[in-house]
């Protein structure tokens, strides 16, 4: 149920083609909620049939100009109801770990080469974080927008400071 109510934050935030929404979510909702262009779009027309979105007038209408879309009170409502409820953290579902544990059963042969890999790969996504933080969260925000944006940018940072101690204690043990 969140990729409508990631969809009607980010309409929230500016009103949005569909292209441009994937953008941003390739560009920063997509860090934390991904989505492919085919599932917002699909949820675009569903959002837009529940009453909860609708499309922008054009200034000047055009065959094949893009269709902008807004958030409706309605589904500022629903997305306003969504923030209050209640939700348990999930389980943890890495397939890294599974594969860990399937190595203790069946050998580790390509194990370590796939932990550098991940190593790597997280140390370049911390490193892509902190440069936004940098870039956009300097001097430290002051509104509550901009705190809440923050945190869940921190958020994103220390996962990735988890995942990079953890990957590399776990490549030293296992080269003892």
Known sequence: MSLPHAILTALLEKPSSGLELTRRFDRSIGYFWSSTHQQIYRELGRLEQAGRIRELPAAVPARGQKKEYEVLPAGREELAAWVA?????R???DPLLLRMRAAAVV???????ELCRHLALHERQ???YQEIEERDFTPA???DEGRLRHLVLRGGIDLETFWVGWLT???TELDH
């Open 85 to 89: 409820l209640p939700e348990d953290p």
């Open 91 to 93: 389980p943890v579902r």
């Open 107 to 113: 050998g580790r042969d390509g194990l370590g080469a």
């Open 126 to 128: 911390l490193a892509e």
């Open 141 to 143: 925000p002051t509104t």
């Open 169 to 171: 204690r776990a490549i």
